[in-house]
């Protein structure tokens, strides 16, 4: 039995909610092809677009599935074939794509015997090894789809938050790799009182807002007092794309999960389009490559 599958790029954090919040693009993913085999044993069969291990304990998607298997308590055999479009370092959560991707055809294969919160807590062993650190703000939008809240890690409690029809996402991607495990470090590890209640008022906020459709509030959500202020500057022109986005009428502008991704919100594609294209100029001028996606979240 096998199964080909999509498997999604996640925008984590959404400003104001560091490793809590994050939501599923449409339009970027990897693609995999997995099977179940006769003989038992995990083994990473192909990759390509990516210089990744083969090795399965090395492999994100290997020990996402060995802690499935684990938990499942059977002898199965499974191959893993992995197609990467998204990029290492890339900041829109391409380990995640790899280890959610494999957790979910594997349980698909089996006829489902967990639901996708479930399986939030193996695909989180594929972020373990790739950054040193846990994280559910990626793996829990790609297993569930559209927005994400992880509200506990310990217990792990994900919440699947509702998605306003006319959100659209424009990602700019410099190809330049910044490490989440580099991007971590740059972190302060105490925040203030006073910073603590203007981020979860925001966070607060931003649920709000998807939940009522109120892009305004979303807009107004869309700050990080915290984060922002100290990875930025691994970031490239991040100040500039985010005025020129938010000129052109963003709902609101951010790091994409610990960058270099830079990702905008905004109300319908018409402006989401304008934004992509002002970022574009802007980015232009910097001799850098990169990408930019424009995608619905779902
Ligand atoms: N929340 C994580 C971080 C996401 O910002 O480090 C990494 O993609």
């Not at 302060?188 to 807002?209: D, E, F, P, R, T």
């Amino acid at each position: 039995k096998s199964i080909r599958i999509f498997t999604p790029a996640t925008v984590a954090n959404l400003s104001c909610g560091f490793d809590v919040l994050g939501c599923c693009l449409d339009t970027v993913g990897d693609e995999m092809l997995i099977s179940l085999t006769s003989e038992p044993g995990i083994r990473i069969t192909k990759i390509e677009g990516a210089d990744l291990p083969m090795e399965t304990d090395k492999n994100v998607a290997g020990v996402a599935v060995q802690a499935l298997l684990l938990d499942y308590k059977k002898d199965l055999g499974v191959t893993i074939e992995i197609y990467k479009k998204i990029k290492a370092g890339s900041g829109i959560g391409s380990s995640a794509a790899s280890s959610a991707g494999a957790v979910w055809a594997v349980n698909h294969l089996l006829g489902n015997p967990y639901t996708p919160q479930e399986l939030v807590k193996f695909a989180m062993e594929g972020e373990k090894l790739a950054s040193g650190n846990a994280h559910a703000d990626n793996v829990a939008p790609a297993l569930l789809g559209g927005f994400t809240l992880v509200r506990s890690y310990n217990p792990l409690d994900v919440i699947k938050l509702h998605s306003p029809k006319d959100l659209v996402m424009t990602v700019i991607h410099p190809q330049i790799e910044v490490k989440t495990s580099d991007s971590r470090s740059v972190i302060k590890h105490n925040v203030s009182l006073q910073q603590a209640i203007h981020q979860w008022g925001n966070v607060g906020g931003l649920v709000a807002g998807l939940f009522t459709e109120d892009y305004n509030l979303i807009g107004r959500s869309l700050e990080d007092v915290i984060i922002e202020p100290l990875r930025s500057i691994l970031i490239p022109e991040f100040k500039n794309v985010k005025n020129a986005a938010i000129e052109k009428g963003a709902l609101g502008c951010g790091i994409s999960g610990s960058g270099p991704s830079i990702f905008a919100l905004s109300k319908g594609l018409k402006i989401a389009t304008d934004v992509a294209e002002a970022i574009r100029v802007v980015y232009a001028k910097t001799g850098l490559e990169f990408d930019i996606h424009i995608s619905q979240i779902n």
